[in-house]
């Protein structure tokens, strides 16, 4: 199993509403990312877990909160959105330590209204 | 700090012509290069990395790239484009093992009957 898998695929969203995205990963990586991509720009980072614990977050608002409940489950939770984060959420993993190349889910299309 | 330049945002071509996109990178120590596609409205897929060892390095669908140190560059090549190769193309540089994936602007490759 080589998959990164996302959900939900697409969500849309009020500013007063809390909602979760959700990764997973069964190819036993000890690195999860999450990325913001919006149209027509790379993707850029907003945090990175390694062996289930934070170790970064690129100065992302608090209204976005990580979370790694295992090794294999990587959560945003999403509270009192902006309509300029609405984007394509990615989320990633790695090997770790000895792994380098990344390897992305298919993405979550949020729209903030 | 890395950074990546791709130097074409679009290239345009037809099917059954080779294709060359461009990519150079800035860094001062030893980096890890990727290539990864991204059709529309899906995520990222990893289509070429170079880690060590040999400096061209082949995918399984026809693409190729060629790290040249003394150059900075890891440009991607295919000898005969699809039309199902019509995606977004971006480069990106590791440094050391720090996580962080530092990406090009991307190049929008479309290929035309």
């Known amino acids: 199993d080589t998959e990164v898998t996302q959900t939900p695929k697409h969500l849309v969203m009020g500013m007063t509403n809390k909602k979760s995205l959700k990764c997973e990963q069964h190819?036993?990586?000890?690195?999860m990312y999450w990325y913001k991509q919006k149209a027509k720009k790379p993707p850029e980072l907003m945090f990175v877990?390694?062996?289930?614990?934070?170790?970064i977050n690129e100065s992302v608002p608090s209204r976005f909160s990580p979370e790694c409940p295992n090794s294999s489950l990587l959560n945003l939770h999403l509270h009192a959105l902006q309509p300029e984060d609405s984007a394509l959420y990615l989320c990633?993993?790695?090997?770790?330590?000895?792994?380098?190349?990344?390897?992305f889910g298919p993405g979550t299309r949020l729209t903030v209204t | 700090a890395q950074s990546v330049t791709q130097l074409d945002s679009q290239v345009p071509v037809f099917e059954e012509a080779p294709v060359e996109l461009r990519c150079n990178y800035s860094?001062?120590?030893?980096?890890?290069l990727f290539w990864y596609v991204q059709y529309p409205n899906q995520g990222l897929q990893l289509l070429l990395k170079?880690?060590?060892?040999?400096?061209l390095v082949e995918s399984i669908n026809g693409f190729e790239a060629e790290f040249n140190k003394s150059q900075t560059s890891f440009h991607l090549r295919k000898p005969s484009v699809h039309i199902s190769d019509t995606a977004e193309y971006f480069c990106?540089?590791?440094?050391?093992?720090?996580?962080?994936?530092?990406f090009g602007k991307g190049t929008l490759l479309t290929v035309n009957p």
């Open positions: 990633a993993s790695s090997q770790g330590d000895r792994g380098r190349e990344q390897y």
């Open positions: 190819m036993g990586h000890r690195a």
């Open positions: 877990y390694s062996y289930e614990k934070l170790s």
């Open positions: 860094s001062s120590v030893s980096v890890y």
């Open positions: 170079y880690l060590s060892g040999s400096t």
């Open positions: 990106a540089v590791m440094v050391g093992s720090n996580y962080k994936l530092t």
